[in-house]
């Protein structure tokens, strides 16, 4: 397929009037169906597709209650005290301000896209559904009168065609030089370059999206590139961080490439994460992390407080599969810890140099296959948790220091099955009150049928070494 060259300021639908009903646009526009998407609790799109006439004439849309908590595998936790065996509706509700077109689409049938809310019958939340936990921390946040300030950094790599699981990845050629990166190329714009036309179809893509970017960088990685989003609205971060991972592996298939999001594709390079700085602002929109002398409010510190408590028992938010551990490496910029301290990339949480005005923490320890709501949801509701209970941090790490040789270097869990012990000890107590009991559970019970899946393959390494051996 041909790439998508038409800019995005052409696209038809934004030719039409914005004041015209939605019915009258879409026929304008020549539009036949949209895309009627919500993130699962991976962060997987899911959705149904509908008529464009159906949706904008406000056809009602359901679903199973239990597709939000879909395993990666396709399987599904058969915990009844969590998931009826009835299995009832859930009602898709789209959000108006998400309504987009689908970059890669093409002229010839475009379509739309919309971010829909998951609700039981009666109209409440579905406790089931990311988007809505995320919503509920940040209402916790207004009711104290403050608006959270969220910029999430994403890595990714981008591979050649890849359809064999039992082969690693590899960086594809470039197309001007015909050759591979075979090395690292932090920073390189030439590398960039020889994905040109790749670059140049996402960023309208993104564009038409309405995802706000900011620097785009080749990381240290082999062919691994990091792209971070504007700070803003918490919801409409996670919103776009959501369709950036969207828009990167559909334009990335039409070039005859794979977008990865896995936190550590390839053994002996670089994993890719997902650091999000977070602020917090009053309803004047200062920066209540700063007192008006310029100095460190106590609430930051408090923040960073919750965070040291209860990030360690979240790591299952941050860090939700097997191989999101293998990311974490002592000594690496990958922290294994959840020490803090000014410009230090080896601490898991990282207070960047800046004024006043934008002094914020940075959380290093999500990884770039984290779901974007549930981890922005438990790196806030960490934090508010130590402005509510007035938590102090430890000390912090120098600044030339290595916080992974100061005592108590590895606080965060080594292995996914510690990471599921963490979470399922803390669910009588803080999990329930950080992320709601039914969310903690449901999750919980995927999670936990996502490592027994995982325990059932025999791997490379044991028939490697076991099986001429022992």
């Not at 997987?44 to 595998?73: D, H, N, W, Y």
């Not at 987009?100 to 998951?118: F, I, K, Y």
């Not at 934090?383 to 992974?404: H, R």
Request: hydrophobic share 45%.
């Amino acid at each position: 397929m041909a790439p998508n060259t038409f800019p995005a300021a052409a696209h038809p639908w934004l030719a039409t009037d914005p004041a015209a009903p939605l019915a009258e646009r879409v026929r304008a526009a020549g539009i036949r169906e949209v895309e009627c998407l919500f993130p699962d609790i991976s962060g997987v799109p899911r959705g149904k597709l509908m008529p464009a006439a159906s949706f904008a004439g406000g056809a009602e849309l359901r679903i199973a209650q239990a597709i939000p908590m879909q395993c990666v595998t396709g399987e599904y936790s058969l915990d009844t005290r969590l998931f009826a065996d009835s299995d009832p509706d859930v009602r898709l509700l789209p959000d108006a301000a998400t309504l987009r077109p689908v970059p890669w689409a093409g002229a010839q049938r475009p379509r739309l896209l919309a971010l829909h809310d998951c609700l039981e019958p009666d109209g409440s939340p579905c406790d089931y559904a990311v988007r809505n936990l995320l919503k509920g921390v940040l209402a916790r946040y207004a009711a104290l009168g403050l608006t959270p300030v969220v910029a999430p950094e994403i890595e990714f790599y981008l591979f050649a065609a890849h359809s064999d699981p039992d082969l690693p990845p590899e960086p594809p050629r470039g197309l001007r030089s015909g050759r591979a990166e075979a090395g690292d190329a932090a920073f390189s714009l030439h590398m960039r370059n020889e994905l040109a036309p790749f670059w140049d179809e996402f960023q309208a893509a993104l564009e038409t999206l309405g995802v706000a970017t900011d620097t785009w960088i080749h990381e240290v990685g082999c062919s691994q590139y990091e792209i971070n989003l504007l700070h803003g609205d918490a919801l409409a971060v996670a919103d776009q961080a959501f369709l950036f991972k969207l828009a990167a592996r559909e334009v990335a298939l039409r070039h005859g490439l794979n977008a990865v999001f896995m936190a550590k594709p390839v053994a002996g390079q670089a994993g890719s994460s997902m650091h999000i700085h977070q602020s917090l602002v009053d309803k004047d929109g200062r920066n209540i992390f700063s007192r008006p002398d310029g100095s460190a409010d106590q609430r930051f510190f408090h923040f960073i407080g919750g965070l040291q408590a209860h990030g360690a028992d979240l790591a299952l938010c941050f860090a939700p599969n097997v191989n999101a551990f293998r990311r974490y490496v002592a000594g690496a910029q990958a922290p294994v810890n959840l020490h803090w301290g000014e410009d230090n990339r080896s601490t898991g949480l990282r207070v960047p140099r800046s004024g006043p005005a934008a002094r914020r923490v940075e959380n290093r320890i999500a990884g770039a296959d984290a779901n974007p709501y549930v981890a922005i949801a438990a790196s806030l509701a960490a934090g508010l948790a130590g402005i509510e209970d007035q938590l102090q941090p430890g000390a912090p790490v120098g600044t030339t220091d290595n916080a992974s040789t100061v005592a108590g270097g590895q606080t965060l869990p080594r292995t996914l099955a510690h990471a599921l012990e963490r979470f399922e000890a803390a669910l009588p107590g803080s999990m329930s009150r950080l992320l709601g009991e039914r969310f903690a559970r449901g999750y919980l019970a995927v999670k936990t049928l996502e490592h027994e899946h995982y325990q059932r393959e025999i791997s490379a390494w044991e028939r490697r070494y076991l099986l001429p051996q022992v």
